[in-house]
């Protein structure tokens, strides 16, 4: 296997991981029985090292073993975040499937108890909400920053490649949201023609 192709095979990997914490994070209660994925949520190195093949939102997703350095280099080179992104999820994953597993039967919601489950669970989902809103700030900002390199294209290919790549970067940027608040991908995104003015003296 050719060394791209090998890159290629990791990065999808990681992709349907981050695919499967979203998954997760959205409806725990489907994994929860599964110990595998559960277990795997425990550390980073752990995550890394996922074997599976699972169907999530009508996708396969094949998740395949790569060492902890590969797993974030990988995601530094390819994934929207980086390894902080995958990370964030992660431990995202842990805080809901936790909850979940802690929840009691249903009780009257006007009880002192059931008041309080309900705060935790809102204080829950707003520390959720907190760290995707973290990551989507930070890599909008990096997004922004390569708006000058379209600007200082030399020819309209270069720019019309650049362009194309943010606009994919904004799309990747937008599904790291839990999958109630994603955006709609942008299926199409005509690039403008830019051409230099004539001076006239």
Partial sequence: MKWNELKE?????IEHTRKLLLAIIATPSKFLDD??????????????????QIIVHDECLNISPISLNTFKQRSEERISGGFAAIDSLRKNAVLVVRKEKNKTPTRNNRTKEAMTEQLAEL??????????NLILLQTLLD?????????SAQDEVTRKIRVTEILKRITAITSLNPEAYQLPPIQKAPVISIKPRNNKR
Avoid: C, F, H
Wanted: proline residues 0%.
């Fill in 143 to 151: 997004v922004r920053s390569k708006l000058d390199g379209v600007v």
């Fill in 35 to 52: 110990a595998l994925i559960v277990e795997s949520l425990v550390s980073q190195a752990s995550l890394a090292k996922l074997d599976l």
């Fill in 9 to 13: 095979i990791q990065t999808s990997s």
């Fill in 123 to 132: 204080k829950l989902n707003l520390d959720v909400q907190k760290r995707s």
